[in-house]
């Protein structure tokens, strides 16, 4: 299974973007996604996440500004971020358990990390 993160970027505080995950790869189901974010000296941190049957979670930080979404026709889940801050500048990490019918395990998988930068 692969994911593939896009739509990271430059904008200005109280602006949005949108950051979408799609997943590839053999015979699989994606059971929980998540997106994950790294700030410059600071540990990696939950941003959000969906379960395969549509229940999200948000940090507090996000609440009311994120909202994350799925599609599972087409295997990709995304991040809309509205009312963006400086402090929201990170790189972001789509990730997610998925089950593959391959092996008959599930694991779990990172994209490669999407910059989102936020200027004040």
């Known amino acids: 299974v692969q994911l593939q993160a896009s739509g990271g970027g430059l904008v200005q505080a109280g602006g949005s973007l949108r950051l979408s995950c799609a997943a590839s790869?053999?015979?699989?189901?994606?059971?929980?996604m998540r997106w994950d974010r790294q700030a410059p000296g600071k540990e990696r941190e939950l941003v959000a996440s969906i379960t395969i049957d549509g229940h999200t979670t948000y940090a507090d930080f996000v609440k009311g500004r994120f909202t994350i979404s799925k599609d599972n026709a087409k295997k990709t889940f995304d991040l809309q971020m509205d009312s963006l801050k400086p402090e929201d500048t990170a790189v972001y990490y789509c990730n997610a358990w998925a089950f593959s019918t391959d092996d008959g395990l599930t694991k779990r998988y990172w994209g490669q990390g999407t910059l989102v930068t936020v200027s004040s």
């Open positions: 790869g053999s015979t699989f189901s994606l059971n929980l």
